[in-house]
């Protein structure tokens, strides 16, 4: 019997990005690179990316005419083929239907771009159903337009991969009771975690929980301080499971130290419900490290980029009802070509080099055990 080579390799798919913004202005580039970057953490090939500026909002597509039949000439003429237009922009269900129609592929929103990250990724248990509700969440109020696009929306490839694959098979009664079962287990895990989490509470040992913007270095953080090897990845929402491990803080002194998923602007409602009992570890500590990415420089309206990310992350977390000390730990002091400005909670550190390390240390020290 013959054999033959079969490549296992995950297949690209290729995809153009519509960046849509309301106003000209200095974010549109780093709207762009973050949408290409959600796009490579989805692995999509970004072939082109087109930017539409929103003067009369069109109702049926948020895309204008005169831009569709620019992305569509684009389309028909181009050497690769195309599998899927991203429109960084939230769709509704008949918006996706209408420009699908128009583009004759499927057509993918940030947030639907976002939860085929996360269902990509997810391994655990946990994640994995959780992932599955936040697809239900995603797909129900769009179920029926999403079937009447010819089976685009269908199969294998970015938007349904993952738990979720045959949810576009189903109708809108099944799927609400799919809802309820994933609903009634996860929170038969949170309850679990509940009891682990008290069992946790009663150790004696101070909790520490990394938090920040997707892509900082938590989990890079994390394997330096307690020489682990877990993955860490330059892609969006490399972690999507809770890792615990105790650190060793000099002299006897331990504390827990705690990883978890990251944030984004905009991060979907649909997996901040879904993910609920997941971000709210990231509360249930004595102290937080907010870890950012300070090379993320540029000036956005005034701001520099990584001070938007901790805005969002703080956003965030005030919304999960954080509100303990925080370090904030200012990451790839290694990229930075100049001198930069540090504030009194803050300290500059690389996980590439090490630079930093033994000064965050003793500030968590300090921290926990202030004399
Ligand atoms: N140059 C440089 N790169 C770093 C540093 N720390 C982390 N990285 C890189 O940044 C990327 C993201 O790192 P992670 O540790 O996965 O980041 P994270 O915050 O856990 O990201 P998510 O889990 O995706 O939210 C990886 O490619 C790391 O190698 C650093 O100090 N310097
Ligand atoms: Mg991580």
Redo the contacts with the bound molecule.
Sequence with gaps: MGKKLIDTKPQQENAIVVVVCSKKGDNIERKTEEINRLSFSANLNVVKNFYQIIKDFNKGTVIGSGKIEEIKKYIDECEEYIDVVIVDYPLSGSQMKNLSDHFKVKVLDRVGLIIDIFAGGAKSREAKLQVKLAQDLYVLPRLSQMQGTSGRFGGAGVGMRGPGETKLELNRRILEKEMETLKTQIAKIKEQRQQSRKERLKSPLPKIA?V????????????LLVRENI??????????DTTTRKLFLGEGKYAILT?T??FISDLPHQLVDAFSSTLEESCDADLLLH?V?C?LDKNIDGMKEYEVNMKVTNELLDKLGATQNRIVVL?????LSKPQLIKDDEVL?????RRGIDELLARICQNIWPD
């Design positions: 990394l920040g913007y997707t892509n900082s270095g938590k989990t890079s953080l994390l394997n993955y860490a990845d330059d892609k969006y929402f490399a972690t999507l990883d998923v990251g870890v990415d090379s990451n790839k002091a290694d990229k550190i690389s996980t590439k080099t």
